[in-house]
C-alpha cells in the first residue's frame, strides 16, 4: 500500500511570511535547504500567494495599490534533492495542485503604473482587482458577471537555484539593460536590492543575509534555470527538466494559478492563489550535455486541461494605435489582438479594466500566427465562447448589453 505523500514544507497564512523560514524571495546560490527528498519520492509542498498575504478578499484594490513589490515573490524552499550534481537535468513531475484548504478563494489585479503596470499600463495605469471563488474546478467572480470557468491550476514559478556563475551573469546584463533607460517606468528590469528581501533560514545569520541580499537575483523574470515563467500549461500531470547549477538543484516553487491566459497581461494577471502542490522527482545524470546544452527548460504538457469548443478569436497586426507601421512586431501585434478584444466586449456593457482582468487570468488562447509576411507579424488572442452565460458572437443590429458594472472592480478605479 501507497503512503500519502510526505509533506515536506508546511505554511501558516495566518503568520507574517517573513517569519517562516521555509519562504524565500529572492535566488541565489547559498539559499539554505529546508527539506530534503530523494529521487522517486512522492512529496507534497504549501505555498503563501505569491505577496504573501497583502492582498484581501474585498471590494477595494487599495492593497493592489500599495502592494510593497520588493517582497515579492515569496516561495517555498529551497528542496535539496538527494544526489543532483552540477549539469544534470532534474525531471520534476506535478502530481497534484489545489488550493489550501478553507483559503478556495483567489484574485487578479491591475498594478498602478507606478508598481509595476501591465502590458496595457498606458491604456489602464490604475490599480484594480477582481476576487474569484472557488467551487471545486470553477471560478466565478463577483466583480465580472457573467462568467464561469474552469481552471487550469499551474504553479507560475518553478526553479532551481542558480550558481555564482550564472547569478553573475543575470546581474550583469540586466544591469546594462536598466542603464539605458534608468528612469524608466515600469522599469525594464528590477536588480538585486536588499529592501524587502527574505533569505529563508539565512535570516539567522543576518550579516551573511544582507551580503547575500545585495547580489541576491529578484524573481520577477523567468530566466534559464526556470524561474517565473507562468506557462499555464505547466499543469497536473505536466513533466519538466530542469538543469542543475548547485549541488542537490535547491527546488523552489511558488506564485501558484488557479487559472491565467496565455500572456497573463495585467502582470498580476492571473487568478492568485495559496495552496499546495505535489511533486515526484528524477536526475538525469549529465542530462544538460547530454541534451544539447539547451539554455532553457523543457517541459511536457499533463494530459489534465479545460475542454473548449468554441473560440471567438481577434487579429492584430503590426500596426500601433497611431497607425504607424512597424516591422514584424510581435509585441505589436498582440497588443492590437487585446485592445481589439477588450473593445468588443466592451458593447455588452463590461468596463475595460474588466476584460483586461478577464484576458488575464481567463483560459485563452495567445498565439504567433505568422511572423514572415513583411511587415506585418499575425498575432492573435482566442476566447472561449463557453465561459460565458450568454452568446457572445456578433448579431444582427449589433449587441445587446447583457451585463451590469454595478459591483466596482475597484474603489481605486472610481477616484
Request: aromatic letters at 8%; one cysteine or more.
Amino acid at each position: 500500500m501507497k503512503r500519502s505523500p510526505r509533506t515536506v514544507i508546511s505554511v501558516d497564512l495566518a503568520k507574517n511570511p517573513r517569519s517562516q523560514q521555509v519562504l524565500h524571495n529572492r535566488w541565489h546560490p547559498d539559499l539554505l535547504p529546508v527539506a530534503s527528498v530523494q529521487p522517486g519520492e512522492v512529496f507534497r509542498v504549501e505555498c503563501v500567494d505569491w505577496t504573501g498575504g497583502q492582498i484581501g478578499n474585498n471590494d477595494s484594490a487599495e492593497d493592489v495599490l500599495n502592494l510593497d513589490l520588493s517582497q515579492c515573490h515569496y516561495l517555498s524552499g529551497p528542496v535539496h534533492v538527494e544526489g543532483a550534481e552540477p549539469g544534470d537535468y532534474l525531471e520534476v513531475e506535478i502530481l497534484e495542485i489545489q488550493p489550501l484548504q478553507g483559503h478556495e478563494w483567489g484574485y487578479t489585479g491591475i498594478f498602478d503604473v507606478k508598481n509595476g503596470g501591465g502590458f496595457l499600463f498606458d491604456y489602464f495605469p490604475k490599480a484594480g482587482k477582481a476576487v474569484w471563488d472557488f467551487e471545486g474546478i470553477y471560478a466565478s467572480s463577483r466583480h465580472i458577471p457573467g462568467v464561469r470557468f474552469p481552471g487550469l491550476i499551474h504553479p507560475g514559478i518553478l526553479g532551481t537555484a542558480p550558481s555564482q556563475e550564472l547569478l553573475n551573469k543575470w546581474n550583469h546584463r540586466e544591469a546594462e539593460l536598466v542603464a539605458k533607460d534608468p528612469n524608466r517606468v515600469p522599469a525594464l528590469a528590477y536588480l538585486p536590492d536588499d529592501k524587502g528581501s527574505f533569505l529563508g533560514a539565512l535570516e539567522n545569520q543576518p550579516g551573511v543575509a544582507r551580503r547575500k541580499a545585495a547580489e541576491a537575483a529578484r524573481t520577477i523574470p523567468p530566466r534559464e534555470h526556470g524561474g517565473n515563467c507562468d506557462i499555464k500549461n505547466l499543469s497536473r500531470g505536466s513533466r519538466v527538466w530542469l538543469p542543475v547549477y548547485v549541488p542537490g538543484a535547491k527546488l523552489s516553487v511558488g506564485d501558484l494559478h488557479f487559472s491565467q491566459g496565455d500572456g497573463e497581461i495585467s502582470f498580476c494577471g492571473a487568478i492568485e492563489m495559496a495552496g499546495a502542490i505535489t511533486f515526484k522527482t528524477k536526475l538525469i545524470k549529465n542530462g544538460m550535455s547530454l541534451h544539447g546544452n539547451l539554455r532553457n527548460p523543457i517541459f511536457m504538457p499533463g494530459p489534465v486541461e479545460p475542454r473548449f469548443s468554441r473560440y471567438i478569436t481577434f487579429e492584430g497586426i503590426s500596426v500601433d494605435e497611431q497607425g504607424v507601421q512597424h516591422h514584424l512586431d510581435a509585441t505589436v501585434s498582440f497588443k492590437q489582438a487585446v485592445l481589439n478584444c477588450i473593445d468588443y466586449f466592451k458593447r455588452f456593457g463590461y468596463t475595460g479594466e474588466q476584460i483586461y482582468l478577464l484576458l488575464s487570468c481567463c483560459p485563452c488562447e495567445g498565439r504567433v500566427n505568422a511572423i514572415v509576411d513583411s511587415p506585418n507579424a499575425c498575432c492573435s488572442i482566442s476566447i472561449p465562447t463557453e465561459i460565458f452565460d450568454f452568446d457572445v458572437t456578433p448579431q444582427d443590429g449589433g449587441h445587446l448589453v447583457k451585463v451590469t458594472t454595478n459591483c466596482p472592480i475597484s474603489d481605486v478605479q472610481k477616484q
